[in-house]
């Protein structure tokens, strides 16, 4: 279990209280609206130290992130 503690990546407006799946939800949410881009995507990925899978999951987002760009830059999309 995850420990939720104030923070500068805290706003006034975080409400979930201490709660690890609020407090996940809350920064991806505050991520996604500062992308003002409708070219970008946010991949949001928690994780903890000792979970190797994640390295795995980055390479997916990263490629995803490769390949929709170059579809767009291409006019495929």
Do not use: H, M
């Not at 990546?9 to 996940?24: E, P």
């Not at 996604?32 to 995507?41: I, P, Q």
């Not at 130290?49 to 390949?67: G, H, Q, S």
Request: include cysteine; glycine fraction near 6%; aromatic fraction near 12%.
């Amino acid at each position: 279990s995850a420990r939720v503690s104030s923070g500068p990546w805290l706003s006034l407006s975080y409400t979930g209280g201490c709660n690890f799946d609020n407090a996940c939800k809350f920064i991806a949410n505050r991520f996604s609206e500062l992308n003002k881009s409708e070219y970008k995507t946010v991949y949001c990925q928690f994780t903890v130290a000792t979970e190797t899978d994640n390295v795995r999951k980055v390479f997916l987002c990263v490629k995803d992130i490769i390949l929709q760009n170059n579809l767009r830059d291409n006019g495929l999309i």
